[in-house]
């Protein structure tokens, strides 16, 4: 059963454009979400979160927006730029005890066109 | 930002031995470590938290007894995958940080078991 998804399995956009990529969660439990980004053979590298208390949080091009009653988030990156091609993992968290367990979609593949 | 590294990048084993994965902090100390799997075009799994001085918390359906984790110190965690099969080919990846928005990956370690 995947708590998060992310239904996109790819996304083309072109440079200089803004770049929408989606992911749909289930459980409530999730307190903190976050986009990663990974290129190949590559770790995943943080780029922004969320807290749930929050809708939308900013940072330079990148902005993340929670819709919390449809259990939905979205990442815009505008303007687009050719280095942004990468996967994009969208990954929520929840408490356990004094740790917490991250949870990741399947990830989009992201390709920016010049 | 801090660093993680893995070793080695790569490893090729025969069916029926064993091998081991280091994931290390290289300038900050980690009393908590976690380690993923990623299948092609999947999402990364937790398999399990690895946390300093204490048994590792697995995740359901990882057994425990293949996957041996030891986190022997603030800044090394072991995972040593016992009596490897074809299907334990896979791309390790071990995370550590306080908060989710503080996660650091290492660069994965890609197991070919023949």
């Known amino acids: 059963d995947q708590q998060v998804k992310q239904n996109s399995p790819s996304l083309s956009v072109q440079e200089g454009r803004i770049s929408i990529l989606n992911c749909d969660y289930t459980?409530?439990?999730?307190?903190?979400f976050l986009w990663y980004k990974k290129y190949p053979a590559e770790g995943p590298t943080f780029l922004i979160s969320?807290?749930?208390?929050?809708d939308k949080n900013e940072d330079g091009r990148f902005t993340v927006f929670l819709n919390k009653s449809a259990k939905h988030l979205s990442l815009h990156i505008v303007p687009s730029q050719p280095g942004d091609s990468a996967v994009y993992f969208c990954?929520?968290?929840?408490?356990?005890?004094?740790?917490?367990?991250?949870?990741f979609g399947k990830g989009t593949l992201l390709t920016v066109n010049p | 930002g801090a660093v993680v590294s893995q070793h080695p990048s790569r490893v090729i084993c025969k069916s029926g031995t064993s091998v081991k994965i280091e994931c290390r902090s290289l300038?900050?100390?980690?009393?908590?470590m976690f380690w993923y799997r990623q299948f092609p075009k999947q999402s990364l799994m937790l398999m399990a938290t690895?946390?300093?001085?204490?048994?590792?918390?697995?995740e359901q359906g990882v057994e425990k007894d293949k996957f041996l984790i030891n986190h022997a110190s603030l800044t090394l965690s072991t995972l040593t995958v016992t009596s490897a099969h074809p299907e334990d080919s896979s791309f390790y990846i071990c995370?550590?940080?306080?908060?989710?928005?503080?996660?650091?990956f290492g660069p994965g370690t890609r197991l070919t078991v023949t």
């Open positions: 995370s550590a940080g306080r908060e989710p928005s503080e996660q650091y």
């Open positions: 459980n409530s439990m999730f307190d903190y």
């Open positions: 969320i807290s749930s208390i929050k």
């Open positions: 990954a929520a968290s929840e408490a356990r005890g004094s740790n917490y367990k991250l949870t």
């Open positions: 300038d900050f100390q980690a009393t908590t």
């Open positions: 690895s946390n300093e001085g204490s048994k590792a918390t697995y």
